[in-house]
């Protein structure tokens, strides 16, 4: 996957500033030729490559960048993912290709480790609209690497009726809008107790988000959902961490999604090592 390139060069840009890469420029001989790998320095799921790619080629566009390890794969730290050749501007484009690389890998890893540890319960791990601005595509990317599925991409796509919009009365001539103008958009209706969840049940939604209940109050929501629907999907969320998402899992729901495996994700370590 790519980039959207005015995220390229407003990338590069806040690095260059107005004087440009001065270290580069007055360290580095102008004809020197640059070749060297990228190197992982921890276990992790690769994502980025192509982006990395964008940077290096933005800069130097007779650059040769081989990928060595496919967005999506799991590679082991002292691995080499890719091969870059070409001019100084090789140098320059460094920091800002990594960058990219490290988050999105680091997302990718995060939500493998979330996959794996729900194995092999039949619910899936989705992320949230909790993401850096500008990024939104490129880290759904990377969820999607790391075997996550996505979420909403924003509030054009679905429609998430929240604890918020409880609060201005009845949704039911709402629904009825909407679905006169949009029929195919689906609804989803966030409960935070067992009360919202009887209420949501009368709107027939194409999802019930169970939000921050406790697991004893999962367990009843959902036998509540399985009793009148069984085409309601279930979704959790709220506190979900790796030390509890596997119990969660086994309460039976569709989907769990999990906002810190794109806002919390760490860097996955990697560098570019010239030979």
Known sequence: MKAPSWLIKESLREDLGRNGDLTTRFFVPPGAKISGFI???ADGVICGTEIARQVFEKLDPSAQFKIIVQDGRYAKSGQKIAQINGSPKIL??????????????GIATLTRQFVEEIRPSKAQIYDTRKTLPGWRVLEKYAVRCGGGKNHRIGLYDMVLLKDNHWEFGSLKNGLSRLKKKYPKIPVEIEADRISRVQA??????D???LDNMSPNQIKTAIQM????SKNIQIEISGGVNLQNV????QLGPDRISIGRITHSAGALDMSLEVQ
């Not at 959902?225 to 009148?228: D, K, L, N, S």
Request: aromatic content about 2%; some cysteine; overall charge positive.
């Open 246 to 249: 596997r119990a969660l899992a």
């Open 39 to 41: 190197v992982l320095k």
């Open 92 to 105: 320059t484009a460094e920091r800002t290709a990594l960058n990219f690389l490290q988050h999105l890998s």
């Open 207 to 209: 999802m019930i988000l």
């Open 225 to 228: 959902i399985r009793a009148c």
């Open 200 to 205: 949501a049940l009368t709107l027939k939604p």
